[in-house]
């Protein structure tokens, strides 16, 4: 079994930065991708930003240039350093990880259990 636990949401000022972190643990013999994904209240779950274990990221356009995912492959950790937050940020934010359990077995789309970030004065 593999869970995945963030951390580091919280309430911040417009302007301000949080940094988010997840963690996988368990039965893990590889990961490919990791991502975040937000949802704000009364909308659809959106893809924030992707990396793959060779450090190729995406991000929605709407973060770009504040936004930064990053990723430890020995800690099986990903982060993701927000900057310059918005009120239109404010969502709960998950992390998922395509997760191997032995060599040669599919990889497994794993979520976490959210975070709330909360942006407002």
């Known amino acids: 079994q593999v869970q995945l636990v963030e951390s580091g949401g919280g309430l911040v000022q417009p302007g301000g930065s949080l940094r988010l972190s997840c963690a996988a643990s368990g039965s893990i013999f590889s990961i490919n991708v990791m991502g975040w994904y937000r949802r704000a209240p009364g909308k659809e779950r959106e893809l924030v930003a992707t990396?793959?274990?060779?450090?190729?990221?995406e991000y929605v356009d709407s973060v770009k240039g504040r936004f930064t995912i990053s990723r430890d492959n020995a800690k099986n950790t990903v982060y993701l350093q927000m900057n310059n937050l918005k009120p239109e940020d404010t969502a709960v934010y998950y992390c998922?990880?395509?997760?191997?359990?032995?060599?040669?077995?599919?990889?497994?789309?794993?979520w976490g259990q959210g975070t709330q970030v909360t942006v407002s004065s």
């Open positions: 990396i793959t274990t060779g450090g190729y990221t």
């Open positions: 998922n990880a395509g997760v191997a359990y032995y060599s040669g077995s599919t990889y497994y789309l794993t």
